[in-house]
């Protein structure tokens, strides 16, 4: 594996700072010495991107490949304004085709019964639940697309909203179909199911992760005393900035 032609690498450039200052970004072009490339991870699911390890072992690179110094961590929040819809909406056709298989299904199963369990009130209910949520989860999608469009990709509220609610809600809607259907979703070489579980259980941990720096940005935004709360209703732009960027970060051990 030879990698990308560059790699955008954060460093810490100041190790008397914490995240908020202490880290840069760094151009690691391919074939740099010292640079090495792990085989490809053993993923559970989404197994069709490849994913490695890289290696450094004394490499060295240009000063001017430096930049960003000390805002690092606010560069990586930026970056992922742009994925937040990408992510959320292939969240979304992971679910959707959860769905759209229990239902084909429940319109033909019949458990042994008269007639398909489309009919029973539970089935019923918890497919309207799914749908709904499919729907939501779509629209805020579309919203926050929308709004990075608008915006110049200044989008880093609503792009994580995407990303965190879709990628939880969807987790969920799969589980939902999988308990529709009971123990026949376990079946894996007669339904789909366990890979639509596979690949959903990742959304909500890649890509800077729900329980980290997604809800850390939008924490931050709410905390700001100049926050807006109906900017997002309003399209206004909400200028992502140093100050917003690193809340909760610093961690505070028992005494003793």
């Known amino acids: 594996m030879k990698g990308a032609d560059v790699n955008t690498v954060l460093v810490r ?3 008397t700072k914490g995240g908020k200052g202490g880290l840069s970004a760094i151009l690691v072009p391919r074939g740099t010495p010292g640079v090495t490339y792990e085989p490809s991870i053993d993923k559970m699911g989404q197994r069709l991107n490849l994913n490695s390890d890289i290696r450094f ?3 060295r690179v240009p000063e001017e490949n430096v930049f960003a ?16 819809p990408v992510a959320g909406i292939a969240a979304v056709g992971t679910a959707r085709a959860a769905y759209e298989y229990t239902l084909n299904w429940c319109k033909t199963y019949t458990a042994g019964g008269t007639h398909p369990i489309i009919y029973h009130q539970n089935v019923g209910y918890m497919l309207t639940d799914i749908a709904m949520r499919i729907e939501a989860c779509r629209y805020l999608c579309y919203k926050s697309g929308y709004y990075a469009d608008l915006h110049d990709v200044e989008n880093q509220g609503l792009g994580a909203m995407a990303k965190i609610y879709c990628g939880e809600v969807g987790t969920q809607v799969v589980y939902d179909c999988m308990r529709v259907m009971g123990v026949n979703s376990y079946d894996r070489r007669s339904h789909p199911l366990e890979k639509y579980m596979r690949d959903m259980l990742c959304f909500p941990i890649y890509d800077a992760g729900n329980m980290g720096m997604q809800r850390r940005k939008i924490w931050g935004m709410l905390a700001d005393k100049g926050f807006n709360p109906r900017a997002w209703m309003d399209n206004e732009a909400i200028e992502f900035t140093k100050n917003m960027e690193g809340i909760g970060v610093v961690a505070t051990p028992p005494a003793g």
């Open 13 to 15: 450039t100041d190790r």
């Open 69 to 84: 110094v000390g805002n690092g961590d606010l560069i990586v929040s930026k970056d992922f304004t742009w994925s937040g």
């Open 57 to 59: 072992n004394n490499a």
